[in-house]
């Protein structure tokens, strides 16, 4: 079966951290051209968190995870993880991971990413 799967998420204390991973299922994540990682929270729209290109070329972060998030790949795992540090309340929600097939120009954040997971909760509450 095809599929990326999120796990990791939970409960956390403001300044805690978390460690969400993406495992492809039945493809490999390399042949894609980018994995990026998405959030939503409720009753607000899916923003960009951060993505990392094939072999970790390419990266980018939103400004909100900038200093604190890292992105990385470990390709014979198969896996892309997000490391998130000083979580903060507004770090909640909804974690997605998703793949695009074609390289554009400009911030990989903005690009095209057709095939997506069914996401892990993160909730950063005291």
């Known amino acids: 079966q095809v599929q990326l799967v999120e796990s990791g998420g939970g409960l956390v204390q403001p300044g805690g951290s978390l460690t969400l991973s993406c495992a492809a299922s039945?493809?490999?994540?390399?042949?894609?051209?980018?994995v990026g990682w998405f959030r939503q929270a409720p009753g607000k729209e899916r923003e960009g968190v951060s993505c990392?290109?094939?072999?970790?070329?390419?990266?980018d972060y939103a400004d909100s995870a900038k200093g604190r998030f890292t992105i990385s790949r470990d390709n014979a795992k198969n896996t892309v993880y997000l490391q998130m540090n000083s979580l903060k309340p507004e770090d909640t929600g909804v974690y997605y991971c998703?793949?695009?097939?074609?390289?554009?120009?400009?911030?990989?954040?903005?690009?095209?990413?057709?095939?997506w997971g069914q996401g892990t909760q993160v909730t950063v509450s005291s």
């Open positions: 998703a793949t695009g097939s074609t390289w554009f120009s400009g911030s990989c954040l903005s690009w095209s990413y057709d095939q």
């Open positions: 039945g493809f490999t994540l390399r042949n894609y051209a980018i």
């Open positions: 990392i290109s094939r072999v970790g070329g390419t990266i």
